[in-house]
């Protein structure tokens, strides 16, 4: 995994370039290495800020990087795991180990808050990358085990934290969302699991049905949606020994700034929130962050923060005072009208531009575009949706 200092001086001069270009311009027996190095520090500069900083970081193959936690994510669960166990990178006790090492991006965050931990992967390529990466980033205590999970697992003694994060695609490289179809199968791994280990926690795709699989999972104690900047990145679900135990659902945004967004739930408090409807949008309208709306949450943050609903299926809510703490986007609104004839030739005739969003209406976006000539951008946005007594209409509002 050592790059020579020609190599080293090849990625710092060419580190910028489009890869594209660079593989046109260069023949070197090496270039096949140097390319997936430049294009592994490429990603790796927003995705993995703190790893970029260190040139003696190996990057494995595009799809591994492509695939694997951003350091954001990874620290919000080293978050998570300091909160539910009380460990911090100062004390460092107990045991963990991923199980599905991967890159090792989620293992490098977690790994300081234990004495031991154990990086678990059953590519030798990968765990020859982590292996290097590992002493670059001076996890002196981390250990390798070249294995697959299941087969780990039944040897291990017991952890204090294990991790998890199934591999989505299948042997023919397509993306799969159920967790029966998934890398390795948590249906049946779950018990010996939570046989293993005081607390287990398990990242899947935002894609997945969050009710089906806490159904399929049994023993979830909590479920985490995760987004970065408003766009849903991961789930997480941390399981339970107790059987029967009620999930708690949190919602969380995170956003590059520092911030987050965070709204908490029971799904028994979500049948049960009382809420009520708006006849037409107030001064304010609110659009939930994405989490809350993979969450679920779509009486529980109307009753929570004093808003009226649009329209049962429009996930839109309005209020005539401004909430300033809403985890989401909030507008002030300007006008709203039914899209007839008359009243789009009207606004069309005034307006060039608009950031255009459909929220349950019988139109996408690209053919309300077509029919008004509307330009993408300005600060004007334009919500095409249904108000409780189903009229169709567009809302026009700016950005607060």
Same mark, same amino acid.
């Not at 739930?265 to 309208?285: N, R, V």
């Not at 039914?338 to 019988?362: D, G, L, Y």
């Given at each position: 995994?050592?790059?020579? *200092?020609?190599?080293?001086?090849?990625?710092?001069?060419?580190?910028?370039?489009?890869?594209?270009?660079? %593989?046109?311009?260069?023949?070197?027996?090496?270039?096949?290495?140097?390319?997936?190095?430049?294009?592994?520090?490429?990603?790796?500069? *927003?995705?993995?800020?703190?790893?970029?900083?260190?040139?003696?970081?190996?990057?494995? /193959?595009?799809? &591994?990087?492509?695939?694997?936690?951003?350091?954001?994510?990874?620290?919000?669960?080293?978050?998570?795991?300091?909160?539910?166990?009380?460990?911090?990178?100062?004390?460092?006790?107990?045991?963990?180990?991923?199980?599905?090492?991967?890159?090792?991006?989620?293992?490098?965050?977690?790994?300081?808050?234990?004495?031991?931990?154990?990086?678990?992967?059953? @590519?030798?390529?990968?765990?020859?990358?982590?292996?290097? @990466?590992?002493?670059?980033?001076?996890?002196?205590?981390?250990?390798?085990?070249?294995?697959?999970?299941?087969?780990?697992?039944?040897? /291990?003694?017991?952890?204090?934290?294990?991790?998890?994060?199934? %591999?989505?695609?299948?042997?023919?490289?397509?993306?799969?969302?159920?967790?029966?179809?998934?890398? =390795?199968?948590?249906?049946?791994?779950?018990?010996?699991?939570?046989?293993?280990?005081?607390?287990?926690?398990?990242?899947?795709?935002?894609?997945?049905?969050?009710?089906?699989?806490?159904?399929?999972?049994?023993?979830?104690?909590?479920?985490?949606?995760?987004?970065?900047?408003?766009?849903?990145?991961?789930? *997480?679900?941390?399981?339970?020994?107790?059987?029967?135990?009620?999930?708690?659902?949190?919602?969380?945004?995170?956003?590059?700034?520092?911030?987050?967004?965070?709204?908490?739930?029971?799904? /028994?408090?979500?049948?049960?929130?009382?809420?009520?409807?708006?006849?037409? =949008?107030?001064?304010?309208?609110?659009?939930?962050?994405?989490?809350?709306?993979?969450?679920?949450?779509?009486?529980?943050?109307?009753?929570?923060?004093?808003?009226?609903?649009?329209?049962?299926?429009?996930?839109?809510?309005?209020?005539?005072?401004?909430?300033?703490?809403?985890?989401?986007?909030?507008?002030?609104?300007? &006008?709203?009208?039914?899209?007839?004839?008359?009243?789009?030739? %009207?606004?069309?005739?005034?307006?060039?531009? %608009?950031?255009?969003?459909?929220?349950?209406? =019988?139109?996408?976006?690209?053919?309300?575009?077509?029919?008004?000539?509307?330009?993408?951008?300005?600060?004007?946005?334009?919500?095409?949706?249904?108000?409780?007594?189903?009229?169709?209409?567009?809302?026009?509002?700016?950005?607060?």
């Amino acid at each position: 995994m050592q790059l020579s *200092l020609s190599q080293k001086e090849f990625i710092r001069t060419h580190g910028e370039r489009d890869v594209r270009e660079l %593989a046109l311009r260069f023949s070197r027996d090496d270039m096949a290495l140097l390319l997936s190095q430049i294009a592994g520090r490429q990603m790796a500069r *927003l995705k993995i800020p703190s790893w970029y900083e260190r040139e003696e970081i190996f990057y494995p /193959a595009h799809l &591994s990087l492509e695939q694997a936690s951003s350091e954001l994510t990874a620290r919000y669960k080293a978050s998570l795991v300091s909160a539910v166990t009380g460990t911090s990178a100062k004390e460092r006790s107990g045991r963990f180990a991923d199980l599905t090492g991967g890159m090792g991006i989620d293992f490098a965050f977690l790994a300081p808050l234990f004495g031991e931990a154990d990086y678990v992967e059953q @590519n030798v390529e990968l765990c020859d990358i982590a292996e290097h @990466n590992f002493g670059v980033l001076q996890l002196h205590h981390a250990r390798v085990r070249c294995a697959s999970a299941a087969q780990f697992l039944r040897e /291990a003694d017991p952890y204090d934290l294990i991790y998890l994060d199934p %591999a989505r695609r299948d042997e023919a490289g397509r993306k799969v969302f159920r967790i029966e179809d998934c890398t =390795p199968d948590l249906t049946e791994l779950c018990t010996l699991l939570l046989e293993k280990a005081e607390k287990v926690m398990v990242k899947y795709s935002p894609m997945l049905d969050i009710a089906l699989a806490v159904k399929t999972l049994g023993h979830v104690g909590e479920v985490q949606v995760v987004s970065v900047d408003n766009e849903c990145k991961e789930l *997480l679900f941390l399981l339970s020994k107790t059987e029967g135990v009620t999930p708690q659902y949190v919602a969380v945004n995170l956003k590059r700034s520092g911030e987050q967004e965070r709204f908490s739930f029971t799904m /028994a408090q979500e049948q049960q929130a009382a809420i009520s409807f708006a006849d037409a =949008p107030g001064h304010y309208l609110y659009e939930p962050n994405a989490s809350i709306l993979k969450a679920g949450a779509f009486k529980g943050v109307a009753q929570s923060y004093h808003l009226q609903k649009l329209h049962t299926n429009s996930h839109l809510y309005t209020s005539d005072e401004r909430i300033v703490d809403f985890p989401g986007r909030v507008f002030e609104v300007v &006008s709203f009208f039914v899209p007839n004839k008359q009243n789009s030739k %009207a606004f069309t005739r005034e307006t060039k531009k %608009a950031n255009i969003a459909v929220r349950n209406f =019988p139109m996408t976006v690209a053919e309300i575009r077509r029919k008004t000539g509307l330009a993408e951008g300005g600060d004007l946005y334009l919500f095409a949706t249904t108000l409780s007594d189903e009229r169709k209409v567009w809302i026009v509002c700016r950005k607060v």
